[in-house]
Nanobody
Framework: QVQLVESGGGLVQAGESLRLSCAAS????????MGWYLQAPGKQRELVAT???????NYADSVKGRFTISRDNAKNTVYLQMNSLKPEDAGVYYC???????????????WGQGAQVTVSS
């Protein structure tokens, strides 16, 4: 059973920083891409950033230059460093991972339970 557990959410003021972490546990062969998604109140879940196993990152235009995604493959963990936070960055942040299991040809997508980020103006 694979689990993704996020941590690091909280309440900050605009302009401050937060760092989210997401650790994968369980039995699997390899984690391919990992990413972070934001579901703001009343909106659909949207991509924030993704990172390949090799470390190539991709960002939503709204966070470029402010957020940095990184990962530690040895720890099966992905991070999201969020700087210069704005009220519009608030919502529930979900991590996602594309995981390849032993003996199974196609990878499966897994999601964390979400981490609440609140940004006051």
């Amino acid at each position: 059973q694979v689990q993704l557990v996020e941590s690091g959410g909280g309440l900050v003021q605009a302009g401050e920083s937060l760092r989210l972490s997401c650790a994968a546990s369980g039995s699997f062969f390899r984690i391919n891409a990992m990413g972070w998604y934001l579901q703001a109140p009343g909106k659909q879940r949207e991509l924030v950033a993704t990172i390949t196993r090799a470390g190539t990152a991709n960002y939503a235009d709204s966070v470029k230059g402010r957020f940095t995604i990184s990962r530690d493959n040895a720890k099966n963990t992905v991070y999201l460093q969020m700087n210069s936070l704005k009220p519009e960055d608030a919502g529930v942040y979900y991590c996602a991972a594309e995981i390849l299991h032993y003996g199974v040809g196609l990878p499966r997508d897994y999601w964390g339970q979400g981490a609440q980020v609140t940004v006051s103006s």
